[in-house]
């Protein structure tokens, strides 16, 4: 099973993606995550990659493309993909990776931009694990999980936050429309707290996998 989270900067796709991915017992691959740790062991990958990542822009294609094909190849199990694809030439290269099919589902964590400009304004993450600070607000100074001091992500300055949101509006209808033409996005209202969510999102995907793909498009609430 293969399973794509689409949302906004912010929308909790990893924090939402990692619970689902475990409900599901598929691999939570987050692309953003594995560009940070790239960047932060210093590797090829991480030096081609460092400016783009920390101006706020997208990646190119083809890098992601070899990225998630090793991936790819490397899984054991099923993947819950978090960020990718994020254009629809990175749709193209994920469905013909996963062959006729494509990727079974993909979901639309849905938070307004208001919101999420909120949210990652307040967002601390541990400079050491990655882990989010409590409640995402980073009240405390160090991370619960290794003690280490909580940070701003890089990228979450509030300039490159913009130009993250940029490319995400540019690129998230055509993305989204790829998958509805085919059946197989659902849109899950992403606000509220953490665990509203994760059990909204549950209950929507488990609704999906019922109905055996029959709706065009299940929505738990309004587009925003
Ligand atoms: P967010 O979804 O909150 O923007 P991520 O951690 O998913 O954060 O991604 C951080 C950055 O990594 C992006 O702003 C972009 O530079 C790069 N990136 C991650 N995934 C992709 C992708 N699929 N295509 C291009 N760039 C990507």
């Known amino acids: 099973m293969h399973i794509v989270l689409l949302g906004r900067p912010g929308a909790g796709k990893g924090t939402q993606g990692e619970r689902l991915a475990k409900r599901l017992g598929v691999t939570h691959v987050s692309t953003g995550d594995v560009l940070r740790g790239a960047m932060a062991a210093d590797t090829p990958l991480g030096r081609s990659v460092r400016a783009t990542v920390e101006h706020g822009e997208l990646v190119p294609d083809t890098v992601m493309g070899g990225l998630v094909a090793e991936v790819v190849a490397g899984a054991h199990s099923g993947i819950l993909f978090d960020g990718y694809p994020r254009t629809v030439a990175q749709c193209e290269t994920l469905s013909s990776m996963l062959g006729p099919c494509g990727p079974d589902l993909a979901v639309d964590l849905d938070v307004p931009a208001a919101t999420v400009l909120d949210r990652v304004r307040r967002r601390r993450v541990c400079s050491a694990c990655g882990v989010i600070g409590p409640g995402g607000m980073g009240r405390a100074a160090a991370c619960a999980q290794c003690g280490s001091a909580l940070a701003r992500r890089i990228d979450d300055d509030p300039g ?4 993250r949101l940029g490319a995400y509006e540019r690129e998230a209808t055509p993305v989204a429309n790829w998958f509805a033409r085919t059946a ?6 992403g606000t509220g707290v953490v665990d509203a969510v994760t059990a909204r999102l549950n209950a929507t995907v488990a609704r999906w996998f019922e109905s055996e793909r029959q709706p065009a498009l299940a929505v738990s609430g309004p587009k925003t």
């Open 160 to 163: 490159v936050l913009l130009r």
């Open 184 to 189: 197989r996005l659902i849109r899950v209202d």
